[in-house]
């Protein structure tokens, strides 16, 4: 064998994959800066399920989608949306094909780790107030710490009405911050392990320190609540039918000097929802089947609740759209596909000892498929088919995305859950794919703008295809 003929053998049998910027297109680059453009935006806005509830609502409107109702007229090409009380959201796009023969559905969970307020938060200590919280979703609790936050969420009222609370967006609103020891007296906190350093009720946030003009009890207390009274309307007791979050008060910004990266506050799992939104908001008038775009609540607790992707509410809706066409909803599932669209660990070489290199997904290599997830012995995961990986991997080919596999560290390290096994668990051909993050569950995350883009690209491209590989 010459040279030549060995190299040849060589790239015929060996995989190699290069980095997503060697093989993109220009045109596709381009597309990219506007696309994560339009992404950062989003991510700016929505900074809890219910806000990205809503701002997905006007873009869908703006593209032609209707509130569902029962009853109302539907022929392919019907664009309709179900707004679960506002936490979640279900778009479809009704295809040419009937829903006897599946739909292609997206998955992804607009919730995001955060410190939700506790029903009594309201505390006085040595003349400063503080709201008490209790942690959503798994953090690190040192790392909410000494960083900006804002107060986001909703106080519902015993006459029904509903204050919507944003404090902390605007440029010049106020802030507020959970505070840490001095490293003069931290001798002792650092020691202890980081997961004991700050503990859940440690999480406190400081909210005021100026004392009511009066001389009775807890005056800073009273002065905050008679800010809060005048702006909303509110009293203390009020806070019991609230769902109030302080999230990170960062803004979304470009990351790295060539901007390739992008940092922000909940990119787990937004960054996913709005690719395949965008998506599903793309696809052409009438699609070969159905298409579905589920945007979950609930999935960093595990999923469980009404607007949690174990709800009942999913299949109610799918539901109906099949009994409009006299279907069996279990033979719409049992032809369907789902891309649980949810974002997956990026090797980190600061921290490589936790990762098996080769089987991890990197920064700029496209859109990660994860086969499974789970912990350790795979324990807790769907496992999607050697069928269905090599699916996805020809759509992803045929269509032009740059795509990678990923796990998600050393096999005894950890690991982690999607909905996948919930939509699998309905008889529905389920398979992991989304954006590989950096620090992910951090007030402040890091995606690449290619791989954003590159999930986009993968969920229009599923959608599209109509899972021509379903069962017959
Ligand atoms: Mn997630
Ligand atoms: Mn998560």
Not at 142 to 163: F, N, R, S
Not at 233 to 243: L, N, V
Request: overall charge negative; proline content about 3%.
């Amino acid at each position: 064998m010459n040279k030549e003929e060995e190299t040849k053998v060589r790239e015929a049998l060996l995989s190699k994959t290069k980095n997503g910027y060697d093989r993109m297109s220009r045109e596709d680059h381009l597309a990219m800066e506007k696309y994560c453009k339009e992404y950062m935006k989003f991510l700016n806005e929505a900074r809890m399920e219910r806000e990205a509830v809503r701002y997905a609502i006007q873009m869908a409107e703006e593209k032609g989608f209707l509130p569902y109702r029962q009853g109302m007229p539907l022929q392919p090409g019907s664009r309709v949306y179900f707004n679960n009380r506002g936490k979640s959201l279900i778009l479809a796009v009704l295809g040419k094909q009937p829903l006897s023969e599946g739909a292609v559905i997206a998955g992804a969970h607009v919730d995001s780790p955060r410190l939700d307020l506790k029903q009594k938060p309201l505390r006085e200590s040595d003349e400063l107030a503080y709201f008490k919280t209790h942690y959503y979703g798994g953090i690190k609790k040192y790392q909410w710490t000494a960083i900006p936050l804002e107060l986001h969420g909703v106080v519902a009222l015993k006459d029904g009405t509903v204050e919507n609370v944003v404090i902390g967006r605007e440029k010049d609103d106020p802030r507020f911050v959970v505070t840490d020891l001095l490293p003069h007296l931290a001798q002792k906190q650092m020691t202890q392990s980081l997961a004991e350093g700050v503990n859940g009720e440690a999480l406190q946030i400081l909210i005021g320190s100026t004392p009511y003009a009066d001389n009775g009890e807890d005056r800073v207390k009273l002065a905050v609540m008679s800010i809060l009274h005048e702006r909303y309307g509110i009293t203390e007791e009020d806070f019991q039918s609230a769902e109030l979050a302080a999230v990170p008060a960062f803004d979304v910004t470009e990351i790295g000097l060539d901007r390739s990266m992008i940092g922000g506050y909940g990119h787990d799992d937004r960054v996913c929802a709005y690719a395949e939104l965008k998506a599903i908001l793309d696809v052409e008038k009438i699609p070969k089947k159905t298409c579905v775009c589920i945007l979950a609540d609930k999935e960093e607790t595990g999923s469980d609740g009404v607007t949690g992707m174990q709800s009942q509410a999913f299949d109610d809706f799918m539901e109906d759209l099949c009994a409009e066409q006299t279907t069996e909803l279990r033979r719409c599932f049992e032809k369907s596909f789902c891309l649980s669209a949810d974002v997956t660990a990026a090797y980190d070489p600061n921290y490589a000892d936790v990762y098996d290199k080769s089987n991890e997904a990197r920064i700029n290599y496209g859109i990660g498929i994860c086969k499974f997830t789970g912990a350790r012995g795979k324990s807790g995961t769907s496992d999607a088919s050697a069928e269905l990986v090599a699916y996805v991997r020809r759509v992803f080919d045929d269509g032009k995305v740059l795509w990678q596999l990923s796990e998600m560290g050393k096999v005894d390290q950890g690991g982690g859950g999607t909905i996948a096994k919930y939509m699998a668990n309905r008889n529905i051909d389920t398979i992991d794919a989304g954006v590989p993050v950096l620090s992910m569950h951090a007030p402040f995350e890091v995606v690449s703008k290619l791989d954003c883009y590159m999930t986009y690209k993968g969920c229009l491209a599923v959608y599209k295809d109509g899972y021509t590989a379903g069962r017959k």
